[in-house]
């Protein structure tokens, strides 16, 4: 939604051009996208366009480049939307993933479809929360160092045959490597990166 390159001025304004209707606007104060599938972003006051309907390239050379406050400012708006909100929620799902921003996206998406959510930032939190806790499902990263998701689904199926894990990778996603997860570390499922919310939310109302 945002041609490069940004320019930064010292009163803290992001002057970008929009890819659409190629009119600048300052993307410090702009608003936010509404889309819930992939990681939120700007979207241009004149015509509306969001930089999640540009290519990924243009995607994750317009963030590379992006000045940190304005990567402050997102990071600001996904823990807001990722705050607990007032609803009425039947099933827990506990996410765990070293990499805050996806346990943020997927927090907020996760409770807009009506899901109350924990988070953990490796497998030995989830593993002690799992102490005085106890989700419907485990949505977790298959890749994180130390105690990986895979092996954090083991552990979890060790203690409690019942609970439902989700193991998500973007690598390895080929048919050797799914089955590996299902069967060797007993994964009730497995999800490739980046997260399709519309396949998680069907896997999700599988499982629960």
């Known amino acids: 939604m945002v041609a490069m390159p940004l320019e930064e001025t010292p009163a803290v304004a992001c002057r970008v051009q929009c890819l659409q209707c190629a009119q600048p606007f300052d993307a410090m104060s702009a608003p936010w996208c509404r889309c819930v599938t992939k990681t939120i972003s700007l979207a241009c006051p004149q015509c509306a366009f969001c930089l999640c309907k540009a290519s990924q390239a243009a995607v994750t050379s317009f963030w590379f480049h992006a000045p940190q406050p304005l990567i402050e400012r997102r990071r600001a708006e996904q823990r807001r939307r990722a705050a607990p909100r007032m609803r009425i929620a039947t099933k827990m799902v506990l996410i765990v993933d070293d990499d805050e921003e996806i346990r943020l996206i997927a927090e907020y998406a996760l409770q807009e479809m009506g899901y109350a959510t924990a988070t953990a930032n490796s497998a030995a939190a989830a593993l002690a929360m799992l102490q ?3 989700p419907d ?13 895979r092996e954090l689904c083991r552990l979890v199926k060790e203690r409690d045959p019942s609970l439902k894990v989700v193991v998500m990778t973007s690598l390895y996603t080929g048919t050797r ?32």
């Open 132 to 134: 005085s806790m106890r």
């Open 137 to 149: 499902i485990i949505l977790t990263d298959a890749l994180m160092p130390k105690t990986d998701g």
């Open 177 to 208: 490597y799914r089955n590996e997860a299902l069967s060797r570390f007993r994964a009730d499922e497995y999800l490739a990166k980046p997260i399709d919310f519309a396949k998680l939310q069907k896997i999700l109302e599988k499982l629960v």
